[in-house]
């Protein structure tokens, strides 16, 4: 892959000033003692079962000109920007295939994490999000309907503070259904991050970074993503990274059972404004060639008049 000429490269071996600093050179502990405040408060004033979609959500569609549909979500600091394009033919397919398939990748921005500088080419972690990306979107696509043909979703993080892949997920539906891609079911997910007897809800780069790097492997911890069909009440994903007892699990899958169908709302109140704007522009294109017909009626009824009277 070609070098970016337009921005400094630095050495491969090269280490960050960031990790100097007072708050990279805390232990877990203290860390894990300013996640919440006397009032059992996180650093954002949530409490551990409120999610961003509730205080902090902000999406949007057709923001992306040249894709067929697109998406944009912010949930405080995490910016995600999702574009779907046209069906084409599945390249390097010998055989016939029964079901459409959906091509996913997703891609960091440079600068999107705060910890390190993300490299040019893609890493283990997006192909990853891409490959759980694919299996979350594949049972909510009516397949059956563009067969030998595949869908492109293109997820690209302009900024990264947790809960990134069910980010993405939300993006995608969003974007999907812009597109006017035929689909069972609206897919919502979200994701927890579960730190000891502590489940954060809707969790921020540091309480994902704190419960991956729990230093006692016998506690729960971990972060849980699980995206839904709310409507069909059907998982279509579920991973797991860490380890969580049976008894927090079941208790996790209620809690991201809960914030998946709060997001419906959310993208409905979107994709129903789009429809109402697509009506009012259909209206007055179809105002505007009326108009222009009256006129052209008017001229021709004037030539008439002058080529009788000549």
């Keep these: 892959m070609p070098q ?45 079962s409120e999610a961003r979609s509730m205080c902090m959500f902000f999406a949007t569609t057709q923001v992306v000109t040249q894709a067929k549909g ?25 055989e016939f295939s029964q079901l459409g398939q959906i091509f996913c990748e997703v ?13 040019h080419a893609p890493d283990t972690e997006e192909k990853a ?12 696509v009516c397949r059956h309907l563009f067969p030998n043909y595949q869908v492109d979703v293109f997820i690209y993080i302009l900024e990264h503070d947790g ?33 000891g007897n502590k489940i954060f809800v809707d969790p921020t780069e ?9 230093p006692d492997s016998d506690t729960s911890h971990g972060i849980i993503t699980m995206s839904m069909l709310p409507e069909l009440k059907q998982i279509s994903h579920f991973t797991h990274i860490g380890y969580v007892d049976a008894e927090s699990l079941t208790q996790a899958m209620d809690i991201l059972e809960k914030e998946c169908t709060d997001i419906v709302p959310h993208v409905q ?4 404004g789009n ?30 008049t002058l080529l009788n009277a000549g």
């Design 4 to 48: 970016d000429y337009r921005r400094f490269n630095g050495p491969e071996d090269s280490i960050s000033y960031k990790c100097f600093t007072k708050n990279y050179l805390k232990t877990y502990d203290e860390l894990y003692n300013e996640l919440l405040d006397d009032k059992e408060l996180r650093k954002d004033g949530r409490a551990l």
């Design 163 to 195: 809960a990134c892949l069910a980010n993405a997920i939300n993006a995608a539906g969003l974007a999907l259904a812009d597109a006017a891609v035929p689909m069972y079911d609206i897919i919502t997910a979200s994701s927890i991050a579960v730190i």
């Design 269 to 272: 109140k979107i994709l129903v």
């Design 206 to 214: 540091a309480e994902e970074h704190i419960a991956l790097t729990s």
């Design 129 to 140: 999000m891409s490959a759980a990306l694919r299996k979350a979107l594949e049972p909510a």
């Design 275 to 304: 429809l109402v704007k697509g009506f009012e522009q259909r209206k007055k294109i179809d105002q505007e060639a009326k108009e222009r017909e009256k006129l052209l009626n008017a001229k021709m009824e004037e030539w008439k």
């Design 107 to 119: 891609k960091f921005a440079p600068f999107s994490c705060p910890r390190r500088r993300r490299p």
């Design 70 to 94: 697109s998406a944009y979500i912010e949930r405080n600091n995490t910016k995600i920007i999702c574009a779907v394009f046209d069906p084409r033919e599945i390249p390097h397919q010998n």
